[in-house]
């Protein structure tokens, strides 16, 4: 069998698949483990490439060469292959990406077939809200248990421009219809981008603080199409805590960050100290959170990727394809995590730094 690989290498393996590096995996270790000892129990999957926006940190203004339709998992697939993660390799949590997951007809199906199977299981969905509006009561009442929503932005015309799309209203009446429908807590995720968005902290983070949302600010990663990012050009989250003091006192939140990305604070009035809420700030780039990585993700296509930037993906669905076993899968699935790299897609962190490589794969298109 030939085994589908990310650049730079392409690889060949036995007929089962096994992968030779992999020897060293102690015979009978449970779940998704690395060799680093890290174990992976937040599966990411990506359920299509395809998107109504073209944030220009992630997509090209002409989007992207989309996979066919029968390249993408079926929802049959999907089942599958999540069955196969939470009964055999110690899935716990479960988020629905893409692209942009709400493009996907059939997601409400997706969602109640999975729920019917996994009645506890924890299954959130990050999208930028675009038809939400429409949707989210079904989402809600298919079983799916909360929401993340991208927005950088209050300003139409600063949304224009940065998602290429004048969809603002659509975004706000989503996110508005996701709360009612009960999908909280809600969280936003907004990317800063220098002399686009950047100032809009404060307001943004004001407007979320009113209503209940708890807003995490990103650094943007080199994962962007076409291939902009710069270190230099990138709002870093020490930046963002000085543009959010000037407004806000933030003060470190004493629950405990289990692996997330999202370094939280409380967020306090300065004059009063009254306290206002939560923010987020998740700094991949500046103060990365490698160590503690619990993520596996699935493409879209059925593909492993034991890190953000891994050079490299393993095909599951070629394997679900072609009559194997769960167990087989399985197997797959762990050799690939055992693969795992330390950090950054290397063995060490440092985004843009010396000895890194930008994937070729844009965030859209990996599973954000
Ligand atoms: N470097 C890195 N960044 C990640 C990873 N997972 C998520 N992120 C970043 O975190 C952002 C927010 O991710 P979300 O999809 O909202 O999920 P989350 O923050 O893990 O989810 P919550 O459990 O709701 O806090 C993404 O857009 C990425 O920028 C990861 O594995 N590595
Ligand atoms: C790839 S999108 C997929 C889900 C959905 N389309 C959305 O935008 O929420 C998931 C997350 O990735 C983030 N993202 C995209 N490109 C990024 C980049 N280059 N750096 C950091 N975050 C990025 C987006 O802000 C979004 O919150
Ligand atoms: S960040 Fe999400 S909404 Fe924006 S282009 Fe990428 S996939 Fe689409
Ligand atoms: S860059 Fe890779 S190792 Fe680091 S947190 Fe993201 S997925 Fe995990």
Redesign the pocket.
């Known amino acids: 069998m030939t085994v589908e690989l990310g650049m730079p290498q392409r690889r060949t393996t036995d007929p089962l698949g096994r992968d030779p590096r992999a020897a060293d995996r102690p015979a009978g270790l449970a779940g998704l483990v690395d060799r680093y000892g890290r174990v992976a129990t ?1 599966m ?1 999957l990506s359920l299509t490439d395809k998107c109504n926006l073209r944030c220009s940190y992630c997509m090209p203004a002409d989007g992207l060469p989309w996979l066919a339709k029968d390249a993408v998992l079926s929802a049959e697939e999907i089942v599958r292959i999540v069955g196969i993660g939470v009964h055999r390799l110690g899935v716990r949590e479960l ?1 629905l ?1 893409g692209g942009e997951p709400l493009v996907r007809a059939d997601l409400v199906e997706i969602i109640a077939a999975l729920r019917a199977a996994h009645p506890h299981l924890p299954i ?1 969905l ?1 999208t930028n809200a675009v038809g939400l509006d429409a949707k989210a009561a079904a989402l809600s009442g298919a079983g799916l248990t ?1 929401i ?1 929503i991208s927005l950088d932005t209050l300003h139409p015309e600063t949304f224009a421009k940065l998602a290429r799309r004048p969809f603002l209203d659509r975004v706000l009446a989503g996110i508005e219809a996701a709360d009612a429908a009960g999908l909280g807590p809600i ?1 936003v ?1 907004s990317v800063l981008m220098r002399g686009i968005n950047d100032a809009d902290a404060p307001a943004l983070l004001a407007w979320c603080l009113e209503r209940g949302y708890e807003l ?1 600010f ?1 650094e943007q ?1 080199p994962l962007d199409a076409d291939h902009g990012w710069t270190r230099q050009g990138m709002v870093t989250a020490a930046e963002v805590r000085a543009i959010l003091s000037e407004r806000f006192r933030l003060a470190p939140d004493p629950r405990a960050r289990d692996g ?3 370094e939280r604070f409380e967020v306090r009035r300065k004059d009063d100290d009254a306290a206002l809420g939560t923010v ?1 700030i ?1 700094a ?1 780039v500046t103060e ?3 160590s503690d ?1 619990k ?1 596996t993700r699935i493409t879209a296509e059925g593909k492993v990727m034991s ?2 930037f891994s050079h490299e993906e393993v095909d599951l669905r070629a394997l679900l394809r072609s009559g194997a076993s769960d167990e087989d899968v399985a197997q797959r699935w762990q050799e690939a995590m055992w693969l795992k790299p330390r950090a ?1 897609g290397m063995d060490h962190t440092g985004l843009g730094a010396d000895g890194f490589t930008q994937p070729d794969r844009s ?1 859209s298109a990996i599973g ?1």
């Open positions: 937040d990411r988020r990406t959130a990050t909360r993340n969280k995720n995490r990103i990663m997330a990305p999202a987020g998740i991949s990365p959170f490698c990585c993520r890190c953000l950054h965030m954000g």
